[in-house]
T-cell receptor, first 114, second 113 residues
Framework: AQSVTQLDSQVPVFEEAPVELRCNYS??????LFWYVQYPNQGLQLLLK??????LVKGINGFEAEFNKSQTSFHLRKPSVHISDTAEYFC????????????FGGGTRVLVKP | DSGVTQTPKHLITATGQRVTLRCSPR?????VYWYQQSLDQGLQFLIH???????AKGNILERFSAQQFPDLHSELNLSSLELGDSALYFC????????????FGQGTRLTVV
């Protein structure tokens, strides 16, 4: 069975500083990887996804993530955060087909300070 | 706006009661997924319907059931509610089983008192 671990439950960061959110997964089959963002009192919005091809994936709002198969990781980065990036971020994986159910990590709460 | 509509947005009910949560997927989407987000369990997959048929089940309690109707909207029925069922319930939809992206609604916050 697949599982997803987000190593940091909370990440405080100053405005305009870089941020990295770590995600590791385990699966016995090919996986498709996603990062979602949840703003307060909102649903989940897709930031980016890795399906195949280039291991560096660029998403919305200046975020990018790198798929590392040997380390089973899919870390999310942004070179310079804004106050508006304050939110909870979820790493997710689906097995076998990208349209299959998602298994989520526990989430990382990012708090951007001025 | 993801195009996925969930009603109601908030629901407060007593233990032992039964509630129905409704989800209207994006126009034309055939797949509907239900997820539960709680403080202790995080985001968990409950059930997946595709074009009216159940396709996959996750950690869904026997007290919970779902269905997808011919117009593709879906309902999640929760019965004999317990305090621990208090959570945010999300619905997501995608165009077809092989689709690469699921679109999430804003959720229904259920509070059981």
């Amino acid at each position: 069975a697949q599982s997803v671990t987000q190593l940091d439950s909370q990440v405080p960061v100053f405005e305009e500083a870089p941020v990295e959110l770590r995600c590791n997964y385990s699966s016995s089959v090919s996986v498709y990887l996603f990062w979602y963002v949840q703003y307060p009192n909102q649903g989940l919005q897709l930031l980016l996804k890795y399906l195949s091809g280039s291991t560096l994936v660029k998403g919305i709002n200046g975020f990018e993530a790198e798929f590392n198969k040997s380390q089973t990781s899919f870390h999310l980065r942004k070179p310079s955060v804004h106050i508006s990036d304050t939110a909870e971020y979820f790493c997710a994986v689906s097995e076998g087909a990208a349209g299959n159910k998602l298994t989520f990590g526990g989430g990382t709460r990012v708090l951007v300070k001025p | 706006d993801s195009g996925v509509t969930q009603t109601p947005k908030h629901l407060i009910t007593a233990t032992g009661q039964r509630v129905t949560l409704r989800c209207s997927p994006r126009s034309g989407d055939l797949s509907v997924y239900w997820y539960q987000q709680s403080l202790d369990q995080g985001l968990q997959f409950l059930i997946h319907y595709y074009n009216g048929e159940e396709r996959a089940k996750g950690n869904i309690l026997e007290r919970f059931s779902a269905q997808q109707f011919p117009d593709l909207h879906s309902e999640l029925n929760l019965s004999s509610l317990e305090l621990g069922d208090s959570a945010l319930y999300f619905c997501a939809s995608s165009a077809y089983r092989g689709s690469t992206e699921a679109f999430f609604g804003q959720g229904t916050r259920l509070t059981v008192v």
